[in-house]
């Protein structure tokens, strides 16, 4: 009895390989807790799409690449669970499954974060106090041009319109140049007033920064910033502190000794400049900032500015919102959906081909398993994600799955019909049929590769699954499904109707001139009768 066993264990080593592998896989995937990801469409989220905002010079494709990293390590900050970040027609698409605050999600990823240190001229007050300005930088302007020396850059508030800042008309976001003069808006304070400031050109930009953390001192929330080393990180960043040194500020540069820290056009906070000079490693954004708030600008400081400029995408109708409960209603009618066309076609197979649809069935569960746990290392190391049309690809693979063994059932029976018996049938038929499964699958896995590079966001879910399913289609056919028929054929010779093969082989027998005998003899007379 052992001896038998240790015999047809030989006989089948690649059964019980691949049943030992994917038994073990098994194990360690549920011991690793892992499963797969679900994505935007099966667990609900946000997809935002960013476009450009209109500007002389089309967006390049190098610019959205840049940016598309830089929204990426954002959003990796944030810890959202498989985000799918994608350029798209020009466009990018952010699709983030599982975000509590969608709001801040949003504003987050599209925040172009162009830091700009601009000295702070004059805030929205009188007109004297504008035009007194106006007249010193005038005068210091005639002085110089008398002398043999270049005047220094300073500030030039005369080419603004001075009832602009007194009727608070603000710069076009499209004039709002690192060198021009300008007129900003403050962050709004806690009774939601709103200042304007006209701003000097930028003495310092957001790339003189190297990292940027957010600290609480004092019971306040800073975002404490480290220079870069040299000309254009620390240097340039104590001119302009000396520039702006409240005790001893330049009339022309920045008179009122306030250096103004402006994030995308509003300015965030204008602190007093109190020393001429820093280290590169302290210095300070202040402002009234709430935990978040610091965090956030943080984030986006520390992975850099965009290189482009986004259009509003709530203004702009660019946000999708798809609700958890409509995500589990689409992943339950896609299980559903799953659940009973694998049972009506797990019917099928046992009626029309008994104990062979149940092999049939054993190559599926095989080369399922096999899918859920690449499926599921995939979205804890790749994070790759289920989607929809990836279970929509599950479920067009069971059929394609299928197909595979229905070819080669039906190869065995044209054999068997042939007039060999249905041992040698199986080992005869397994070759012309394999070759038929794998050029079918290689056609199906091409296309499933032409989509996943032609196309973006779930449609490439779908060419996923699709491709994984073909290929394990091919491995579980010939290492599971092979040997397990040819162990049915030796089991059931004599009793042909277990493996639906009863008419074929009475057709056979009838063929032959013995309606009663089953073709069950040796090969050889199998192939004398052929």
Not at 15 to 28: D, E, K, N, P, S
Not at 109 to 131: C, M
Not at 343 to 351: P, S, T
């Amino acid at each position: 009895m052992i001896r038998r066993l240790l015999a047809g264990l030989r006989r089948n080593r690649s059964l019980v390989a691949i049943v030992v592998i994917a038994v073990g896989l098994l194990v360690g995937n549920l011991t690793l807790n892992q499963e797969p990801l679900l994505g935007l469409d099966l667990q609900g989220g946000v997809e935002v799409v960013l476009r450009p905002a209109p500007a002389e010079t089309a967006p390049t494709q190098d610019d959205l690449e840049q940016a598309l990293e830089i929204i990426r390590n954002r959003v990796d900050a944030l810890g959202v669970a498989e985000p799918d970040i994608t350029v798209a027609g020009g466009n990018i698409v952010v699709q983030l499954p599982g975000v509590d605050d969608q709001d801040r999600a949003i504003n987050l990823v599209g925040q172009t974060a162009e830091l700009r240190f601009r000295p702070l001229l004059a805030r929205s007050v009188s007109r004297a106090e504008i035009e007194e300005y106006q007249a010193t930088v005038e005068a210091s302007s005639e002085e110089d041009s008398s002398g043999d020396e270049e005047a220094p850059d300073a500030a030039v508030p005369s080419e603004l319109n001075v009832q602009d800042l007194l009727e608070g008309v603000l710069t076009d976001p499209g004039d709002d140049e690192a060198d021009a003069t300008v007129i900003l808006p403050s962050r709004p304070d806690a009774d939601g007033e709103v200042s304007h400031f006209l701003m000097g050109p930028a003495l310092v930009t957001g790339s003189a920064l190297e990292s940027a953390t957010a600290v609480l001192e004092f019971a306040q929330w800073n975002v404490q910033v480290t220079a870069l080393e040299g000309a254009e990180g620390i240097d340039r960043f104590n001119a302009a502190a000396g520039a702006c040194y409240f005790e001893a500020p330049d009339p022309l540069v920045c008179p009122t000794g306030t250096l103004g820290i402006v994030l995308d056009g509003v300015v965030e906070s204008a602190p007093v400049v109190n020393a001429p000079a820093f280290e590169r490693d302290r210095i300070n954004i202040t402002g009234a900032f709430n935990e978040t708030e610091a965090r956030d600008l943080a984030l986006v400081l520390d992975y850099g500015a965009l290189p482009l400029v986004f259009e509003d995408p709530a203004e702009a109708g660019l946000v999708r919102t798809v609700s958890a409960t409509l995500g589990r209603d689409a992943l339950r009618a896609g299980l559903i959906a799953g659940i009973v066309g694998l049972g009506l076609v797990a019917l099928y197979m046992l009626v029309y081909y008994r104990f062979l649809g149940l092999a049939a069935l054993g190559s599926l569960g095989v080369s399922g398993v096999l899918l859920w746990v690449i499926v599921s290392f995939l979205s804890e190391t790749r994070g790759l994600a289920l989607t929809l049309a990836g279970v929509t690809g599950l479920i067009v693979a069971i059929g394609v799955s299928l197909d595979s063994n229905v070819v080669y059932f039906e190869h065995l029976k044209e054999d068997v019909l042939g007039g060999r018996t249905l041992r040698s049938s199986v080992e005869q038929a397994f070759p012309v049929a394999f070759r038929t499964i794998f050029w079918a699958n290689l056609a199906t896995l091409i296309g499933a590769v032409i989509l996943w590079l032609l196309t973006i966001g779930s449609v490439r879910g779908f060419a996923a699954m699709l491709a994984f399913a073909s290929i394990l289609d091919l491995i579980a056919t010939y290492f599971f499904l092979r040997p397990v028929v040819r162990g049915l054929a030796r089991w059931s010779a004599e009793r042909p109707a277990l493996v639906g093969m009863a008419t074929v082989v009475a057709a056979a027998g009838a063929a032959a001139g013995d309606p009663a005998a089953p073709a069950t003899g040796d090969p050889a007379a199998g192939e004398a009768r052929s």
